[in-house]
């Protein structure tokens, strides 16, 4: 069956997201930045924000009583961390590519409200999607099927017709597993020769 629709993920597959070197240069004296990281961004509070449970402010608070750093730091953190978010190598392009090629583009991503609102304000890409899945709207994480199956039904898509597009490996076999294609992306480069194969591109 015929390829017809591309859905992307945003994080390291639009955008970069790397917080550790965000942590590694804001907080130099710190003895395991990874230890540090994975306490702010894969903690429970982490994952209520993409969740929507919680307002980006209301985790300030919480980071700071948890983590004993000052209120203002974890803010300024955060400030860095969407000022991070810079375009990948290629992806933009590639992204405009089939935008201009007319293929319908949609998205599913894990995140935060204010991330989001960043992201829009900075960029244009979200204009070029028929639609969006939002995690910090929707309330369902990958690779939870709910949240493949809440674009399929919001947007009339065949999965046999749709390939997904995900960094993280088991964000693809969620989206497999609900009858997608995918595509684990390392690179725009390999990305491309990915959709090559679907014949969504031939260059």
């Given at each position: 069956m015929k390829i017809k629709n591309v859905v992307f993920d945003?994080?390291?597959?639009l955008v970069r997201w790397v917080p550790q070197d965000v942590v590694s240069a804001f907080f130099p004296q710190e003895k395991s930045p990874q230890d540090l990281t994975a306490k702010i961004f894969k903690s429970p509070?982490?994952?209520?924000?993409?969740?929507?449970k919680l307002t980006e402010k209301?985790?300030?608070k919480m980071y700071s009583?948890?983590?004993?750093?000052?209120?203002?730091?974890i803010e300024e953190l955060m400030i860095a961390i969407k000022e991070s978010l810079v375009p990948l190598e290629g992806s933009f392009e590639l992204l405009d590519e089939l935008y201009a090629k007319g293929i319908p583009l949609y998205s599913i991503t894990d995140n935060v409200n204010e991330i989001v609102a960043f992201l829009k304000a900075r960029y244009n890409f979200f204009n070029k999607f028929l639609g969006v899945v939002i995690s910090s709207e929707l309330g369902v994480l990958k690779p939870s099927p709910?949240?493949?199956?809440?674009?399929?039904?919001?947007?009339?898509?065949?999965?046999?017709?749709t390939v997904f597009i995900d960094d993280l490996l088991r964000n693809v076999q969620g989206a497999q597993d609900v009858g997608f294609h995918g595509i684990h992306f390392t690179d725009a480069a390999q990305c491309r020769q990915e959709l090559r194969k679907f014949s969504i591109l031939t260059t």
């Open positions: 945003v994080g390291n597959v509070l982490w994952y209520d924000l993409n969740l929507g209301e985790a300030l009583q948890q983590l004993a750093i000052p209120e203002l730091k709910l949240i493949y199956k809440h674009l399929i039904d919001s947007y009339h898509l065949i999965p046999e017709e």
